[in-house]
């Protein structure tokens, strides 16, 4: 579904990646562990086409076949199925919480909304409330219920589960695990060993390389 081959990324002239490869098939979560600096958030943005520049291929399977979209814009990739959590959540805080999710429905909002509140239930009971009024890991399940009303095929999660209560830990992993059983590609850059032991395939990043699996 999602294949990342020969990557490179810099920040200017300051090489992040090197010769990154890895790939996320439908229905598979690949959590991605390393030391701060490692390079795992720059992954990330890399196979969404954000703030870095790139050498090498990402391909992603869609119907019609695999294609490159390495020099793809980011909204077009995020149009063609990808979805991205950034760490810092970027939600907009004086919205409510179905307000946020509403503003990034890609097609039928209510039907949308329905199947992240079954996932994230805690939310039912925070549809009114602001997004500033809402504790670290409320507002955790909110950027992930919210990209997922964009009807994503790969995922993409930046460290979900920091600095998150262990309750609202398990609480994530499961709804992480229930879209997998729906088909959905996982690439999760996570140290919690909660999540982490779920995993289908656990990569370590070592100064911008992939070096164990």
């Given amino acids: 579904m999602l294949e990342v081959k020969n990557l490179n990324a810099f920040y200017g002239q300051a090489q992040a990646l090197f010769d990154v490869s890895l790939r996320v098939a439908a229905g598979e979560m690949v959590v991605l562990q390393g030391l701060n600096g490692a390079g795992k958030s720059t992954l990330l943005k890399a196979v969404m086409g954000l703030q870095v520049r790139t050498e090498g291929s990402i391909f992603y399977s869609r119907e019609g076949g695999q294609v490159d979209i390495s020099r793809w814009e980011t909204h077009r990739r995020a149009q063609a199925g990808l979805g991205y959590v950034a760490e810092d959540r970027r939600l907009f805080t004086g919205l409510t919480v179905r307000e946020n999710l509403h503003v990034a429905a890609s097609r039928d909002a209510k039907a949308q909304e329905a199947r992240v509140l079954d996932l994230f239930p805690i939310l039912k009971t925070l549809l009114g409330r602001p997004a500033a009024q809402m504790s670290g890991g409320q507002q955790q399940m909110l950027a992930i219920a919210r990209t997922l009303m964009t ?19 398990a609480s994530i992993r499961d709804a992480l695990l229930a ?13 919690n060993r909660l999540l982490a032991e779920r995993a289908d395939r656990l990569l370590w990043l070592v100064a911008g390389k992939v070096r164990a699996s």
């Fill in 151 to 169: 009807n994503p095929k790969v995922l993409l999660l930046d460290e979900p589960c920091e600095g998150i209560a262990p309750v609202l830990v």
């Fill in 179 to 191: 879209l997998k059983s729906e088909g959905l590609g996982l690439l999760v850059v996570e140290q």
